[in-house]
């Protein structure tokens, strides 16, 4: 089964390079800029193993899957129009605004140029799951911006967001594959729950990535959610766990703008438990994930979706989107 | 039927008000505020006026005519953080930045929620009609950056513009209505064909108006289209046919960056025929969409359609997006 996912992999890149284009070559070419500079291609990898796993041919569904990874890139496009405000300072504004025009519609077009294509090509609830997906999505960012710098947000706060921003297209790219790899309605469930619970498994990964991985493993900045104040799991349990000097050295950069608080901050969250709290959520999310799947009949792509969520929890293999 | 068409403008802004609302309480209230804000309604008048031609009752598809607005006002939130390049130029940076973040995030949110309300409510061809006018917007507008500042660009280019940009969302609107309403293939394309061309000349009058209106009608400053490098019709048309001295005096404008030329280019383009000839080319295209409108039965619904496309030749009355 290893060799076959490394074969399908491979289609899904082949696929992007060779048959992937819109109509619009401008934006053609700012996409498959974009692809060629990497990722995992987790969600199409979820899509073509859930359509396995209930006896489809993944290779049927190749298609399928590049609109998860066509979504994600979408969301990633208009991101950068988001995050571009520090890198705006002391760059020529002009250039900064012409990229922030074209990323716009390039994002809206991608989005506009999937549901077009789903619509003409997939039967119903397919189109559905993948627009309530992207308003999912969207709800979900437009929550954690709404949350940034507010220490009293809690676990169910969190979960909220992680659920909408990051796992609804886990769930969205399970859930179609489940379908359209002709899964029965018990198998779909345990799929969804599947996304579900890795995509939440993976966010909060992500998160323990920033206050643990050096900058050249994590091409960001590490603390780079601090800095932007984000409430992140590790932030959120250390809080829960710590004493209140430590909750006032947080409110000082979150509150009163001191970033020069953050090397203290990512020492406090080790201190007060975040690390190991965040690692154990993870686990716990990564087991539900897992005991979804034994509702599924044995497979090699059965077995391959268990590895992806045990990778989250592995330090050596960490899948990166 | 005026008195009619009263009742349905107002049940619209009633839908608008009391029955609009997404899941998302923040996105809810921008959204509002902007339809708040004014609009004649242009797009569901149409889709609710070709509903009726076709035999529907208007009625029946106020949610369907407010999805066509609605895609209209999410790609304004869009052009709002496309076209605040000037603006932010001595402006608070993070106040700005973070309403860039929201209006991109809630435009993203709106097209979303709008397709995940269609897919669950419309039939086919509906969801896909809407998801390829989106692209079709987007295309048309990276294809109009794309010519911006080129003197080169001819009416060919133009219409390919116009027709993406604008009309496709005013064909969306009557070809959707039409289906909705229950026509058959000849009033579908009939309304298909009255959408395409009254989009044309509906854009062409925002043209006009760009380089005549005071700026008390316009809201905002004349000349703006020319500031802002865009070729329009009356530029376009007096270019084809003025002399060399006013090709440079464009070309100073357009590819040096002289604003100052601006009040001459104004005069120009009335002096070589740009506003005659954009005249002509309006009631051109108002012609046709009424001639499309001929293959369709008397009624009052088609009446009102007539008179709208009448509006766009009558300086006294001009229907405003």
């Given at each position: 089964m290893i060799a076959d996912e490394k074969r399908l992999d491979s289609l899904v890149e082949q696929f992007f390079r060779e048959s992937f284009s819109t109509d619009n070559p401008v934006i053609t070419e700012a996409i498959k800029r974009l692809l060629a500079a990497g990722g995992k291609r987790l969600r199409p990898r979820i899509t073509l193993l859930a359509a396995a796993t209930c006896g489809g041919q993944p290779l049927d569904h190749l298609q399928l899957g590049a609109y998860m990874e066509l979504i994600h890139v979408a969301t990633l496009i208009h991101d950068d129009v988001v995050d571009r405000a520090d890198m705006r300072r002391g760059v020529n504004a002009t250039a900064i605004d012409y990229g922030n025009r074209i990323s716009v519609l390039a994002g809206d077009y991608l989005f506009a140029w999937i549901f077009k294509n789903v619509t003409a090509n997939y039967p119903p609830p397919v189109p559905h799951i993948l627009?309530?997906?992207?308003?999912?999505?969207?709800?979900?960012?437009?929550?954690?911006?709404?949350?940034?710098?507010?220490?009293?947000?809690?676990?169910?706060?969190?979960?909220?967001?992680?659920?909408?921003?990051?796992?609804?297209?886990?769930?969205?790219?399970?859930?179609?594959?489940?379908?359209?790899?002709?899964?029965?309605?018990?198998?779909?469930?345990?799929?969804?729950?599947?996304?579900?619970?890795?995509?939440?498994?993976?966010?909060?990964?992500?998160?323990?990535?920033?206050?643990?991985?050096?900058?050249?493993?994590?091409?960001?900045?590490?603390?780079?959610?601090?800095?932007?104040?984000?409430?992140?799991?590790?932030?959120?349990?250390?809080?829960?766990?710590?004493?209140?000097?430590?909750?006032?050295?947080?409110?000082?950069?979150?509150?009163?703008?001191?970033?020069?608080?953050?090397?203290?901050?990512?020492?406090?969250?080790?201190r007060h438990g975040g690390l190991s709290g965040t690692r154990r959520e993870i686990a716990q999310f990564v087991g539900r994930a897992k005991t979804a799947l034994a509702r599924l009949g044995a497979s090699g792509a059965k077995a391959e979706l268990e590895r992806l969520a045990d990778a989250l929890i592995d330090d050596e293999e960490i899948p990166r989107s």
């Open positions: 627009s309530a997906t992207l308003a999912d999505i969207c709800d979900g960012e437009v929550l954690q911006l709404r949350a940034l710098g507010k220490l009293d947000v809690g676990t169910n706060a969190y979960l909220e967001v992680a659920r909408k921003k990051t796992a609804s297209l886990f769930v969205a790219s399970a859930q179609c594959g489940a379908i359209m790899g002709g899964g029965g309605p018990e198998a779909i469930d345990a799929l969804r729950v599947f996304g579900d619970c890795y995509g939440i498994a993976f966010q909060m990964n992500d998160d323990l990535l920033d206050v643990t991985a050096d900058q050249q493993t994590l091409g960001k900045p590490v603390g780079n959610d601090l800095a932007e104040r984000k409430m992140t799991i590790p932030l959120i349990l250390a809080l829960r766990d710590g004493d209140a000097a430590f909750r006032e050295l947080v409110a000082r950069c979150y509150d009163g703008g001191d970033d020069g608080a953050i090397p203290a901050i990512l020492e406090g969250i080790a």
